[in-house]
């Protein structure tokens, strides 16, 4: 397992992270093997939210109930959570009060005195910074946030707390896969008249997260797009999937791992956030971490996955 500094922290973090946002209805035992299955491919980075499970905290409660970390089994892993949305009302909340509430809520649910990332969790366009920067000193200062960072926010949206936040942004955690890449794709067409690949829709995330050392966490995947089904199979990618099949036998993966390897092979030194509850999966993601793609089949996956390369 490929691992790197956190930008921003002295954390050194594997650049494949375990999501488990479907974990509330599992048993203990389940839970067990998923998590140790990661822990064993070398994934120590497991990705939370308040909002995950069928009410507040539900799958942070219940992965502490079933791991029931010491401290010394705490410290192995690095444990990121989000705050920000109110599910019952469907609406963001980026107030001092909710994200304050939110990372105790958060605490007492793991059973953890520290949480080592938090993020904002989806854009609040009524944010005002100032609450955040006070709501990130206080949490700093207790030692109850080592880190913080948001998630599917674009570069002037970061701008905006970064004028008022004195820590610094580690993280943006990104929709990514193959299929579902307009972040990289536009940079490949850009200035190509009549093509709808070449729209500017994020002010150039991908570049500014570079430049700012802000570490892109891609979650989906093996999404094909907004949560309407997998890529990997699918009739819908026929040449997608005959391209992944080939590198899946050269590289002796299977195709998850080709899905992974597409892209951390990308020099911003993305983490990919699985969200599988299926331990095989994990594995065979995780070995995607350090698979050296070529140019030519990075390239070739791209295309065949329908985007332009002029």
């Given at each position: 397992?490929?691992?790197?500094?956190?930008?921003?922290?002295?954390?050194?973090?594997?650049?494949?992270?375990?999501?488990?946002?479907?974990?509330?209805?599992?048993?203990?035992?389940?839970?067990?093997?998923?998590v140790?299955?990661?822990?064993?491919?070398?994934?120590?980075?497991?990705?939370?939210?308040?909002?995950?499970g069928?009410?507040?905290?539900?799958?942070?409660?219940?992965?502490?109930?079933?791991?029931?970390?010491?401290?010394?089994?705490?410290?192995?892993?690095?444990?990121?959570?989000?705050?920000?949305?109110?599910k019952d009302?469907?609406?963001?909340?980026?107030?001092?009060?909710?994200?304050?509430?939110?990372?105790?809520?958060?605490l007492?649910?793991?059973?953890?005195d520290?949480?080592?990332?938090?993020?904002?969790?989806?854009?609040?366009?009524?944010?005002?910074?100032?609450?955040?920067?006070?709501?990130?000193?206080?949490?700093?200062?207790?030692?109850?946030?080592?880190a913080?960072?948001v998630?599917?926010?674009?570069?002037?949206?970061l701008?905006?707390?970064?004028?008022?936040?004195?820590?610094?942004?580690?993280?943006?955690?990104?929709?990514?896969?193959?299929?579902?890449?307009?972040?990289?794709?536009?940079?490949?067409?850009?200035?190509?008249?009549?093509?709808?690949?070449?729209?500017?829709?994020d002010?150039?995330?991908?570049?500014?997260?570079?430049?700012?050392?802000?570490?892109?966490?891609?979650?989906?995947?093996?999404?094909?797009?907004?949560?309407?089904?997998?890529?990997?199979?699918?009739?819908?990618?026929?040449e997608?999937?005959?391209?992944?099949?080939?590198?899946?036998?050269?590289?002796?993966?299977?195709?998850?791992?080709?899905?992974?390897?597409?892209?951390?092979?990308?020099?911003?030194?993305?983490?990919?956030?699985?969200?599988?509850?299926?331990?095989?999966?994990?594995?065979?993601?995780?070995?995607g971490?350090?698979?050296?793609?070529?140019?030519?089949?990075?390239?070739?996956?791209f295309?065949?996955?329908?985007?332009?390369?002029?």
């Amino acid at each position: 397992m490929k691992t790197f500094i956190l930008p921003g922290t002295d954390m050194v973090v594997p650049n494949v992270v375990l999501g488990l946002m479907r974990i509330q209805d599992m048993t203990d035992e389940a839970v067990r093997r998923l998590v140790n299955t990661a822990r064993d491919t070398g994934i120590t980075f497991l990705d939370h939210a308040d909002v995950y499970g069928w009410d507040d905290h539900g799958c942070e409660r219940r992965f502490a109930e079933a791991m029931k970390l010491s401290p010394s089994e705490r410290e192995q892993f690095v444990i990121q959570s989000k705050a920000g949305i109110v599910k019952d009302a469907s609406y963001f909340d980026f107030s001092h009060h909710h994200i304050t509430e939110s990372v105790n809520g958060s605490l007492r649910a793991l059973g953890t005195d520290y949480l080592d990332v938090l993020l904002l969790h989806r854009p609040d366009a009524l944010v005002e910074p100032e609450e955040v920067a006070r709501a990130f000193d206080e949490l700093s200062a207790a030692g109850k946030v080592r880190a913080f960072g948001v998630s599917n926010h674009t570069p002037r949206q970061l701008d905006l707390l970064r004028k008022h936040v004195t820590q610094p942004i580690v993280a943006n955690q990104l929709q990514l896969s193959i299929t579902h890449a307009p972040m990289i794709a536009q940079g490949v067409a850009a200035n190509m008249q009549d093509l709808d690949q070449s729209i500017v829709r994020d002010d150039g995330i991908v570049d500014y997260c570079r430049l700012h050392d802000i570490t892109i966490q891609a979650w989906s995947p093996f999404q094909a797009g907004f949560f309407d089904g997998p890529f990997l199979g699918s009739d819908r990618f026929p040449e997608l999937n005959a391209v992944i099949d080939r590198l899946s036998d050269k590289y002796d993966v299977p195709a998850e791992a080709i899905a992974v390897a597409w892209i951390t092979r990308h020099p911003a030194r993305m983490q990919v956030v699985l969200g599988t509850t299926t331990p095989e999966r994990v594995t065979a993601a995780a070995l995607g971490s350090d698979i050296p793609l070529t140019r030519s089949e990075w390239y070739e996956l791209f295309r065949a996955a329908g985007y332009k390369v002029p």
